[in-house]
T-cell receptor
Framework: GAGVSQSPSNKVTEKGKDVELRCDPI?????LYWYRQSLGQGLEFLIY????????KSGLPSDRFSAERTGGSVSTLTIQRTQQEDSAVYLC????????????FGQGTRLTVV | RKEVEQDPGPFNVPEGATVAFNCTYS??????FFWYRQDCRKEPKLLMS???SGNEDGRFTAQLNRASQYISLLIRDSKLSDSATYLC?????????FGQGTELSVKP
């Protein structure tokens, strides 16, 4: 497809389990971003990649959160030992470059921790 | 202080009204600026980029004042379909920073 693709679209998991969220950016986009949005709240920055490296991981809430990007394309956000406060929509975006150009978002993964 | 701050909402306006949103950012090293729109339970989508000289796209006008670190969005002749949350976005060193958003509700 032409847009940013995220999977799964919905995920319900038990507290304490690990989850992996996947993002397929637009082909050729070098920058990739992860955000989290809780109900009724703004977008919380988590991490961004330029190519395969992550110049800014400052938004990751705890060491339970990690992300990687391989081949300058697909990215995976992993949350270990999920907690109820991790419930949110996780949004991925990509842009052609990390300067000047707009970012395009995927439809998000709605994570519910029960 | 948040890096990007927007007017608190919601804004409730009648169809045809003109409405203005304001945004301030704290880091003078910020490099590029955007307005995004987010409909309920949907992903944000680019409304327009914001240029130093100001720019217009139909009923929408964006302005940037780098000296005051201030961005604005003006919507003229508002439509019911303009109802959404408007997000001010600043790029600094590659990172995109979003404001909390201002909710707009246009009523018949």
């Amino acid at each position: 497809g032409a847009g940013v693709s995220q999977s799964p679209s919905n995920k319900v998991t038990e507290k304490g389990k690990d989850v992996e969220l996947r993002c397929d950016p637009i082909s050729g986009h070098t920058a990739l971003y992860w955000y989290r949005q809780s109900l009724g709240q703004g977008l919380e920055f988590l991490i961004y990649f330029q190519g395969n490296s992550a110049p800014d991981k400052s938004g990751l809430p705890s060491d339970r959160f990690s992300a990687e990007r391989t081949g300058g394309s697909v990215s995976t956000l992993t949350i270990q030992r999920t907690q109820q406060e991790d419930s949110a929509v996780y949004l991925c975006a990509s842009s052609l470059y990390s300067s000047g150009t707009e970012a395009f978002f995927g439809q998000g993964t709605r994570l519910t921790v029960v | 202080r948040k890096e990007v701050e927007q007017d608190p909402g919601p804004f409730n306006v009648p169809e045809g009204a003109t409405v203005a949103f304001n945004c301030t950012y704290s880091n003078s090293a910020s490099q590029s600026f955007f307005w995004y729109r987010q409909d309920c339970r949907k992903e944000p989508k680019l409304l327009m980029s914001v240029y130093s000289s100001g720019n217009e796209d139909g009923r929408f006008t964006a302005q940037l004042n780098r000296a005051s670190q201030y961005i604005s969005l003006l919507i003229r002749d508002s439509k019911l379909s303009d109802s959404a949350t408007y997000l001010c976005v600043v790029r600094k060193e590659g990172k995109l920073i979003f404001g909390q958003g201002t909710e707009l509700s246009v009523k018949p």
